[in-house]
């Protein structure tokens, strides 16, 4: 987690905040003046494209694509309806996207891919700034949503300091305690079995609920994601050891049998037995365990090395106890023995 003030309404003591606001917002401004690589998508240009996108005045915005540079494509802040960020998770990474909706009748919606979260959330917090102070129709407002004057109020967005886990409440698999910049203390609980779109659903909510700074959604989001599997890889990993043993075939035959060829032979039919469970136990271990982060994939492999012993265990059982019978059939002694 990553920490950048915004303004909150002046309160006496506080000038040192407008002061660290106004140096933000120059730096938004700064920033959007840069040629930023990304990759583009838009609904009459459905291919995703190499391209750059800078702002050339505060009522303008620059797309020039590199198959075709020195020719750039211009989008109007006043066209623009509305600016939104989404995270496309892409197997343990995201794609940090901005959205424009334009304000055409045909709906056009232009899609930005930046290469870093920090730069598309800078593009997001200064394009609104634009598209906002537009809409106000305020005379000089544009230049003012980059400059802010002291005396105008706007809102006080947080980030997380810190992030502590806790005991989960009944229906729940995980607590988690987050301090935001304000001292604030706040929890987050996480739902059993809840999926991954339940997740970002309920991170997006818990984010606009306590006016946690939008970039922190996707750390949070995948702290979430990553608790959640730490927690079904232990929960499943003791179960599947717990099942593989109870299949132990000393276990499941019965007690002081007498040493005999049926014996044998239901020992060798529980074997089969085992051996089917323990083979769909082996096929069930990647959709249990699942496959995302480091561990998983280590500790299926553990416990798909464990069923073979479990099997390989039986099979010396049967045989040991074969092996006995033929003993005892060459060699009488006192009687028919009894298995312990």
Request: net charge neutral; aromatic share 4%.
């Amino acid at each position: 987690f990553w920490l950048v003030s915004q303004a909150r309404t002046p309160q006496p003591g506080c000038h040192h905040l407008v002061k660290a606001t106004m140096e933000q917002r120059q730096r938004l401004a700064d920033q959007l003046k840069k040629k930023m690589p990304v990759g583009h998508r838009a609904t009459d240009r459905i291919v995703k494209e190499d391209a750059y996108v800078w702002q050339e005045d505060e009522r303008e915005l620059k797309i020039e694509f590199k198959n075709n540079e020195g020719n750039p494509d211009t989008i109007s802040v006043r066209d623009i309806e509305h600016v939104k960020q989404t995270d496309y998770p892409e197997d343990n990474s995201f794609r940090w996207v901005l959205g424009i909706n334009h304000k055409d009748k045909e709906g056009k919606v232009t899609m930005l891919q930046f290469n870093k979260r920090e730069d598309r959330d800078i593009w997001v917090s200064g394009l609104r700034s634009l598209v906002d102070a537009l809409k106000s129709n305020v005379p000089g407002a544009a230049h003012s949503s980059m400059h802010p004057n002291p005396e105008v109020p706007t809102v006080t967005q947080q980030a997380v300091t810190e992030v502590v886990l806790g005991e989960p409440p009944s229906g729940h698999v995980a607590r988690i305690y987050l301090t935001l910049a304000s001292k604030e203390r706040c929890h987050l609980d996480i739902p059993e079995r809840a999926s991954p779109p339940q997740i970002k659903t309920l991170v997006q909510d818990f984010v606009e609920q306590h006016s946690i700074m939008p970039s922190e959604s996707t750390s949070l989001y995948r702290l979430l994601r990553t608790v959640m599997q730490r927690i079904q890889v232990s929960r499943e990993t003791h179960q599947i050891v717990e099942e593989i043993g109870s299949h132990r075939l000393d276990l499941l035959l019965p007690k002081g049998e007498t040493n005999d060829g049926s014996s044998i032979e239901r020992a060798k039919n529980e074997q089969v037995r085992a051996e089917k469970r323990l083979d769909e136990l082996a096929a069930e271990i990647q959709t249990r365990i699942g496959d995302q982060g480091t561990a998983a994939p280590i500790v299926s492999m553990i416990l798909k090395r464990n069923i073979d012993k479990m099997k390989a265990i039986n099979d010396m059982i049967v045989k040991a106890r074969a092996k006995e019978m033929e003993n005892r059939a060459r060699f009488p002694g006192d009687g028919v023995g009894v298995l312990s």
